[in-house]
T-cell receptor, first 113, second 115 residues
Framework: DQQVKQNSPSLSVQEGRISILNCDYT??????FLWYKKYPAEGPTFLIS?????DKNEDGRFTVFLNKSAKHLSLHIVPSQPGDSAVYFCAASPGTGANNLFFGTGTRLTVIP | SAVISQKPSRDICQRGTSLTIQCQVD?????MFWYRQQPGQSLTLIAT?????????ESGFVIDKFPISRPNLTFSTLTVSNMSPEDSSIYLC????????????FGPGTRLLVL
């Protein structure tokens, strides 16, 4: 049973435009959410996180939005750059820390120069 | 942040054999995690390894198939035993850290192909 879902396996965006990656979850006990980026032959690298007490967290070009009532979060990348091309994973934790993470299946983002 | 290395980076193995994957962290950490990522799938937690105690396995994973060692606070190994083609995956180790924005830091992964 997949508790964290990323329904779009791929996304293509023009350089300079906004990339929006979506993630849905089913477990109302999830309190902490993270986004990771993964390049081929590398492990996932942490991008940004948000706790359930917030609805938005911003770090440079990356913003994560959380809609708890809809059990939905999204990652916005503005402006998108070719170096952002990677697989993006959404993850959720039932606690306030990152010791117990449930991952989505990933979305492959391609930023077209 | 933590810097994590894994050995080997990739391997091709025959069915019925075993492979031991090493994970080395550049700092002392309490908890280390082992994940599997099968082709086209999400990362699935195999087990949590604490130094000085038995590893805690997730549902669907057993110690006989995936024995884990954690001899100290910077090192762990995962063995994939009696391999079959279904074990072909990327195996990743990770540790937690990051202070206020706590996260897991991942190693580069070990890509395993079982023939």
């Amino acid at each position: 049973d997949q508790q964290v879902k990323q329904n779009s396996p791929s996304l293509s965006v023009q350089e300079g435009r906004i990339s929006i990656l979506n993630c849905d979850y089913t477990n109302s006990m999830f309190d902490y959410f993270l986004w990771y980026k993964k390049y081929p032959a590398e492990g996932p690298t942490f991008l940004i996180s948000i706790s359930s007490i917030k609805d938005k967290n911003e770090d440079g070009r990356f913003t994560v939005f959380l809609n708890k009532s809809a059990k939905h979060l999204s990652l916005h990348i503005v402006p998108s750059q070719p170096g952002d091309s990677a697989v993006y994973f959404c993850a959720a934790s039932p606690g306030t820390g990152a010791n117990n993470l449930f991952f989505g299946t990933g979305t492959r983002l391609t930023v077209i120069p | 942040s933590a810097v994590i290395s894994q050995k080997p980076s990739r391997d091709i193995c025959q069915r019925g054999t075993s492979l031991t994957i090493q994970c080395q962290v550049d700092s002392q950490v309490t908890m280390m995690f082992w994940y599997r990522q099968q082709p086209g799938q999400s990362l699935t937690l195999i087990a949590t390894a604490n130094q000085g105690s038995e590893a805690t396995y997730e549902s669907g994973f057993v110690i006989d198939k995936f024995p884990i060692s954690r001899p100290n606070l910077t090192f762990s190994t995962l063995t994939v035993s009696n391999m079959s083609p279904e074990d072909s995956s990327i195996y990743l180790c990770s540790v937690t850290g990051g202070g206020s924005q706590e996260t897991q830091y991942f190693g580069p992964g070990t890509r395993l192909l079982v023939l």
